[in-house]
């Protein structure tokens, strides 16, 4: 689990709020995921960056909006949010084109929409 | 497509009693399997992978679980339950390709009962 770090790992914000989430991989990866987990569904992919480039965009609502600045680092910018979004945010990475196609999760940013 | 089917979404064993979480999986090619463990306020943990070697997969705490082509099943099994085991289990296949693409089955929750 200490390979890949979430913080906040719990976060109330209000409708009108703007907050980020961050998630730090330490194990070399060179692609990183974003995932929603709501209660009795199944979990969701949001964005996928390969590379630092966005690969992958699930047709998620443009008020959540994510950057990679480096093959490190995650992040979530959240704005103007609903209740309905209120989840548990899991952040994973994988080293690609090595066949071994496994993902490491953190341990998520459980997030309350007020 | 690929698609994966969790034929439980509850599971009560008691400790020390045998443990069978179900599995089928559906897949245009050989698949990559995994199976991973989400325990209370908890990221995912990878438990075992099949990636087209042996059959039979050997995971962590004792979980194992076979890949049988002609049932397009992956079940996961452990002989004998502990307390600890009690957490959610997700079934998952791997699409592949360019970068890891999953897709998560339901999941399971396993109840383990003195």
């Known amino acids: 689990e200490t390979g890949v770090t979430q913080t906040p790992r719990h976060l109330v914000m209000g409708m009108t709020n703007k907050k980020s989430l961050k998630c730090e991989q330490h194990?070399?990866?060179?692609?990183m995921y974003w995932y929603k987990q709501s209660a009795k569904k199944p979990l969701e992919l949001m964005f996928v960056?390969?590379?630092?480039?966005?690969?992958e965009n699930n047709s998620v609502p443009s008020r959540f909006s994510p950057e990679c600045p480096n093959s490190s680092h995650l992040f979530l910018h959240l704005h103007t949010l609903q209740p309905e979004d209120s989840a548990l945010y899991l952040c994973a990475s994988s080293q690609e084109l090595q066949g071994n196609y496994e993902q490491y999760f953190g341990p998520g940013t459980r997030l309350t929409v007020t | 497509a690929q698609s994966v089917t969790q034929l439980d979404s509850h599971v009560s064993v008691s400790e020390g009693t045998p443990v069978l979480l179900r599995c089928n999986y559906s897949s245009s090619y050989s698949p990559s399997l995994f199976w991973y463990v989400q325990h209370p306020n908890k990221g995912l943990q990878l438990l075992l992978k099949y990636t087209s070697a042996a059959t039979l997969v050997k995971g962590i705490n004792g979980f194992e679980a076979e890949f049988k082509k002609s049932e397009t099943s992956f079940h996961l099994t452990k002989p004998s339950a502990h307390m600890s085991d009690a957490a959610e289990y997700f079934c998952v296949v791997s699409l592949g390709g360019g970068y890891n693409k999953l897709i998560f089955g339901a999941g399971t929750r396993l109840a383990v009962h003195p």
């Open positions: 960056y390969s590379l630092e480039e966005r690969v």
């Open positions: 194990l070399g990866h060179n692609a």
